[in-house]
């Protein structure tokens, strides 16, 4: 079909957080935006979302690097976004971030009996789907409220996208949803791909560190590897802003305790202090675009055994640096690290070190999964998952 006669899908994109209040962009902003700069000849793109952020300062983020915004509606309320979806006439609309929400659940029941396409997105951990066991009677009933309403929303939904396998695993294993809905289109990447000289240390990146990010592990494991190896740890990151419940050592289900982020860094200095690594150890805060790629292009390893996870971009953007990866075989960390390929998946903090110890001594490997790794980055370069989105939408 030539170019002048082919159709103009009409795509919407309805999203919770288009931004937070620093105008870092949502994983699904950042989508919508591959959209409008791959997508623009065939399709037109909208935004549509309930909390905007600091709209400025993502703009002028975007704007320093070559990006384009989709025409973005600020739509706080059910009844506007409904306004907004009678107004501009959708042929497909990907619903972000209202997994277990009522509002989605309504809202997708007035797209079928609009006959609008609908995809819904899935980014799940275990966690979302614990088991009942250390729940209030409140927190039973809003559980099971949950459960009730993914179920419907999964059922009502004409496709499903999720990052990784393991968001269809955990599904699969909670309710029966037909498989032939599924389907994977990770996140890609603008991280160049390159290897650089590396320097002699460790890195670990969260956005935020928290008991589940597994840093008191980090820090014991590491602490066993400079007896052997003398190298230097580099976190990235703060500390979790506010009060969590603590998962088991598995990531499956969360105890009956909690802390805050303030608690879980006090654990973490403490630990520090016994272990005497203040020397060893440097602490740079949050890092963005070229400067945190630069830290992962000089890192050694990417070092991060999370007791859960979903889809993370520290893998791809470790991998695209050249940086071999050391994490736990869990959740969805086991789809995107390739065991003995661009890393090693380690269940036991041993076997961690074992894996660390190994790529820091045998040269030979530590090149050929450089490669690997650079290799395997490709494949999530944002022209490469557009193309997939091509197929679906």
């Given at each position: 079909?030539?170019?002048?006669?082919?159709?103009?899908?009409?795509?919407?994109?309805?999203?919770?957080?288009?931004?937070?209040n620093?105008?870092?962009?949502?994983?699904?902003?950042?989508?919508s935006?591959?959209?409008?700069?791959?997508?623009?000849?065939?399709s037109?793109?909208?935004?549509?979302?309930?909390?905007?952020?600091?709209?400025?300062?993502?703009?002028?983020?975007?704007?320093?690097?070559?990006?384009?915004?989709?025409?973005?509606?600020?739509?706080?309320?059910?009844?506007?976004?409904?306004?907004?979806?009678?107004?501009?006439?959708?042929?497909?609309?990907?619903?972000?971030?209202h997994?277990?929400?009522?509002?989605?659940?309504?809202?997708?029941?007035?797209?079928?009996?609009?006959?609008?396409?609908?995809?819904?997105?899935?980014?799940?951990?275990?966690?979302?789907?614990?088991?009942?066991?250390?729940?209030?009677?409140?927190?039973?009933?809003?559980a099971?409220?949950?459960?009730?309403?993914?179920?419907?929303?999964?059922?009502?939904?004409?496709?499903?996208?999720c990052?990784?396998?393991?968001?269809?695993?955990?599904?699969s294993?909670?309710?029966?949803?037909?498989?032939?809905?599924?389907?994977?289109?990770?996140?890609?990447?603008?991280?160049?791909?390159?290897?650089?000289?590396?320097?002699?240390?460790?890195?670990?990146?969260s956005?935020?560190?928290?008991?589940?990010?597994?840093?008191?592990?980090?820090?014991?494991?590491?602490?066993?590897?400079?007896?052997?190896?003398e190298?230097?740890?580099?976190?990235?990151?703060?500390?979790?802003?506010?009060?969590?419940?603590?998962?088991?050592?598995?990531?499956?289900?969360?105890?009956?305790?909690?802390?805050t982020?303030?608690?879980?860094?006090?654990?973490i200095?403490?630990?520090?202090?016994?272990?005497?690594?203040?020397?060893?150890?440097?602490?740079?805060?949050?890092?963005?675009?070229?400067?945190?790629?630069?830290i992962?292009?000089?890192?050694?390893?990417?070092?991060?055994?999370?007791?859960?996870?979903?889809?993370?971009?520290?893998?791809?953007?470790?991998?695209?640096?050249?940086?071999?990866?050391?994490?736990?075989?869990?959740?969805?960390?086991?789809?995107?690290?390739?065991?003995?390929?661009?890393?090693?998946?380690?269940?036991?903090?041993?076997?961690?070190?074992?894996?660390?110890?190994?790529?820091?001594?045998?040269?030979?490997?530590?090149?050929?999964?450089?490669?690997?790794?650079?290799?395997?980055?490709?494949?999530?370069?944002?022209?490469?998952?557009?193309?997939?989105?091509?197929?679906?939408?």
């Amino acid at each position: 079909m030539s170019g002048k006669n082919q159709k103009i899908i009409k795509v919407m994109h309805i999203m919770k957080e288009y931004a937070n209040n620093e105008g870092i962009l949502s994983v699904p902003a950042i989508i919508s935006c591959m959209f409008e700069r791959y997508l623009k000849e065939t399709s037109n793109v909208v935004l549509v979302t309930r909390n905007i952020g600091s709209l400025s300062k993502s703009k002028a983020k975007v704007q320093e690097e070559g990006e384009i915004h989709p025409i973005i509606k600020h739509t706080p309320n059910l009844i506007s976004v409904l306004h907004k979806i009678l107004s501009f006439k959708p042929d497909t609309v990907l619903i972000h971030q209202h997994l277990g929400s009522f509002f989605e659940l309504f809202l997708q029941t007035a797209l079928k009996v609009l006959r609008v396409k609908t995809i819904i997105g899935l980014d799940l951990v275990q966690e979302h789907f614990v088991s009942f066991k250390h729940k209030s009677f409140t927190e039973f009933i809003g559980a099971i409220k949950y459960y009730i309403c993914i179920f419907l929303q999964l059922h009502l939904a004409d496709r499903i996208f999720c990052r990784t396998k393991n968001e269809i695993d955990i599904i699969s294993s909670k309710m029966a949803i037909s498989k032939n809905k599924y389907f994977v289109i990770p996140p890609g990447h603008d991280f160049e791909i390159e290897k650089q000289q590396k320097e002699n240390y460790i890195l670990a990146v969260s956005g935020w560190w928290s008991d589940r990010k597994n840093l008191h592990t980090i820090l014991r494991v590491f602490s066993e590897v400079i007896k052997k190896k003398e190298c230097k740890l580099v976190i990235v990151g703060e500390f979790f802003k506010g009060r969590y419940k603590i998962l088991d050592e598995k990531g499956e289900m969360f105890t009956d305790k909690y802390e805050t982020g303030e608690e879980y860094k006090q654990r973490i200095m403490r630990l520090i202090g016994e272990l005497r690594l203040k020397d060893h150890i440097e602490f740079v805060g949050i890092k963005k675009g070229k400067e945190l790629q630069d830290i992962y292009k000089k890192a050694l390893i990417y070092y991060m055994p999370s007791k859960s996870e979903g889809f993370g971009m520290v893998w791809v953007e470790a991998m695209a640096s050249g940086t071999p990866i050391v994490a736990m075989p869990n959740s969805a960390v086991k789809y995107i690290v390739k065991d003995g390929i661009t890393g090693f998946l380690r269940d036991t903090p041993s076997g961690q070190k074992d894996a660390i110890l190994k790529l820091l001594t045998d040269n030979e490997l530590y090149a050929k999964m450089q490669e690997n790794c650079l290799k395997e980055a490709e494949k999530y370069k944002w022209e490469n998952i557009i193309n997939k989105w091509k197929e679906v939408i």
